[in-house]
């Protein structure tokens, strides 16, 4: 039987509803850690805000960690975080929206005299009783426990905005429609709409032409845009600029940093939502993008990885304990931190202390781990669950990590490229089995070996692949390889098999 776990900031957030021991707090819930059980459990995340890096967000984000079905999940989170995301899936719901205008006079009136309409949807049902079917359908492009959904009249009715809720938003009458519609939401499941399918095989390249640290040079670029067309696909290098002609390919290929709060992860998510073939996808983004959560996911399916301990926001006492009992020096990370940024070695508590006030004012939760010196780190290469490339990457003269930013201009050490079948056994199991709980797309994957100990430092997104670095043993081939895949997931969608 699956346990439901209802997660609020405060205790005091559910003294409008019966009591019940499925209730959490969020520091709770995110304080069990990975090893709580591996019984089937639903999170339900009531949290007020699920402001990125906030503790509602975190809720979601080591829920999926730990294998919990979450409502909401990241992904919804982050789509309706941005008119811009939301937006794409918008053009079916105004259409069920001025339907049903048009077919009740009761609706059209009321909307006519007001001008503007907010309502509160939750689990997909609302008091409005004219637009339960639009609130149904909304509910299955964002599964959201609470949502405030207002109306506007131009040209015709839309949908002016969708708002995530708390708890402590709603009044009385929908307080009561909470809870039925709570109690009603575990035994009812909606279809999803099936993704569009595309034909035609162009593919488009996402590129940021002023990216001081891109990751693929002009010449990778060029490598990939010849082998494509080997094969038969018509690519094209494009930028942010283009992104409402996304929808005239078939495929997307992102070759530029990529993180959630930019335009990366809106074109990966206009690109699944077209139905096309994306990499990287936007579950791979959400998922490679945050620290915190690949500690967690990593713990959890006992991938080794450096002794990691989580630090949180307002917790003063819990972290002067953490702190007392570290081994330093120690290294602290914010959550999404890239290229080296975001990461500090810290060589005593006191340093741990103030370093700590500092990053806790991007994230509400931080990394410290264990300080593990290497030479060089092992970036192995992953394609579709399959090794594609391996480089030793040294660490830059006279410091710690790979980059180094402390002249203002990034630095780096240099490299050895190595065939994948001179690799340690170790490190390339290792390196494969953190990648298949991220997807099956194209991540780079960062090891350490000390020994017979290798561990996963972290798994990449969009992973460097530069001429004369990463390619320096395969040459065409690689990119070659990467193409090719594209081009199976693109006939296999023509043929329905995706």
Partial sequence: MTRLRLIVDKKSDWTAYYPTEDLLTAHEYLAQGSHSGSKPTQVINLCNSYRYLSYGYYTSLLAEARSHKVIPSIRTINDLGKKSIYGLNMEGLHATLNKLVNKNAALRTQLEEEQRLQVTLCFGQTHFAPLADLARQIFEHFPCPILSMTFRKAETWQIESLRPEGL????????????????????????????????????????????????????????????????????????????????????????????????????????????????????????????????????????????????????????????????????????????????????????????AEVYFKQSAILLVQEFMYTDYDWRIGVLNNKPLFACQYFMTKGHWQIYNHSSGEAESGGFTTLPVHQVPAQVIKTALKATKLIGKGLYGVDLKQSGDRVVVIEVNDNPNIDSDVEDLYLKEDLYHQVMSEFLRRLENKRLGQL
Wanted: contains cysteine; proline residues 5%.
């Fill in 168 to 355: 402590k938003h709603l009044n009385e009458q929908e307080q009561d429609l909470f809870a039925s519609a709570l109690d009603a939401y575990s035994r009812k499941v909606w279809r999803k709409p099936n993704a569009k399918r595309q034909y035609r095989y162009d593919l488009a390249i996402l590129v940021d032409p002023h990216d001081k640290l891109p990751p693929s040079d002009p010449v990778a670029l060029k490598n990939f845009i010849k082998a494509g067309r080997q094969l038969g696909m018509d690519v094209e290098l494009i930028e942010k600029k283009d992104f409402s002609h996304l929808a005239e390919y078939d495929a997307l290929f992102i070759r530029e940093t990529t993180s959630i709060s930019n335009h990366t992860y809106r074109f990966a998510k206009k690109a699944e939502v077209e139905g096309m073939v994306v990499m990287d996808d936007p579950t791979s983004i959400l998922r490679c993008c945050n620290k915190v959560y690949l500690a967690d996911l990593l713990a959890s399916k006992g991938i080794p990885m450096p002794h990691t301990t989580f630090l949180y926001k307002d917790r003063k006492k819990e972290l002067l304990a953490i702190a007392a009992t570290l081994h330093y020096p120690a290294v602290l990370k914010v959550p999404d931190g890239a290229f080296s940024k975001g990461v500090v070695k810290v060589q005593d508590q006191a340093e741990l202390m103030t370093q």
